[in-house]
């Protein structure tokens, strides 16, 4: 796979950022972070990040970064159009952080397959505890920056992913990784990052049963 240039699909957090750590170690060329940006909120879609920390976190990692504004609705399309762009410039696959939803997986096939790109899924089949234990492995920071209200307690809000909170999700019966969304989180620092990326927490914001950490930028 040596010399096969690829985008990596990224949320900022810590599944994405775990495939990108994964896809280099295989011999893949990470040329882009590709992101969807909510087109109204100017933040990614699921995580809620400003584009402005999105931006951060690729030049802290060295990578450029492509934002791709969209709405649910134009997700695929969105997808399409920022992939055939891609491939003018020699990409020849993406890298996506699936784990073990068969319909994330069936999307990315799918939408892959119709773009003429090959999909990479380093993270599929491991079991969540692994992906996070090998996370913490590489001395990843992780800052919880969404989640299920209804779920987990306001407290771990602008908190780093520890053990302490694993042995809550644990307790709970929590999906490990937040494969339902349960929450999520951002890379700050570990392997590849030329600096940490500093973040300032302006307070929350709730959105449904979703509470998303609010930023001064």
């Not at 950022?17 to 969807?36: H, M, N, Q, R, V």
């Not at 989180?185 to 307070?203: C, H, N, S, W, Y």
Request: net charge negative; charged share 25%.
């Amino acid at each position: 796979m040596q010399g096969n240039k690829v985008f990596v699909s990224w949320s900022g957090g810590k599944d994405s950022y775990l495939s990108l750590i994964k896809a280099k170690a295989a011999g893949l060329e990470p040329g882009s972070l590709f992101t969807f940006i909510n087109r109204d909120q100017a933040c990614s879609m699921s995580h809620g990040l400003p584009l402005q920390l999105l931006q951060r976190q690729a030049r802290a990692l060295g990578i450029p970064h492509v934002a791709e504004p969209v709405t649910w609705e134009g997700y695929e399309k969105g997808f399409h159009r920022v992939v055939a762009g891609l491939r003018q410039e020699g990409y020849g696959g993406g890298v996506f952080g699936d784990i073990n939803l068969p319909e994330h997986r069936q999307w990315v096939e799918q939408a892959c397959s119709k773009a003429g790109i090959t999909p990479y899924l380093p993270l599929w089949g491991m079991a969540e505890e692994e992906v996070l234990a090998q996370l913490l492995e590489e001395n990843a920071e992780l800052l919880i920056v969404a989640l299920r209200s209804d779920l987990l307690e306001e407290k771990w809000l602008g908190s780093i992913l520890g053990q302490e909170f694993i042995r809550e999700l644990r307790a709970r019966g929590i999906s490990l990784c937040g494969e339902r969304g349960e929450y999520h989180t951002m890379a700050l620092d570990g392997p590849f990052f030329q600096e940490r990326v500093e973040v300032k927490i302006k307070g929350t914001r709730p959105s449904g049963q979703v509470l998303f950490l609010d930023y001064l930028l």
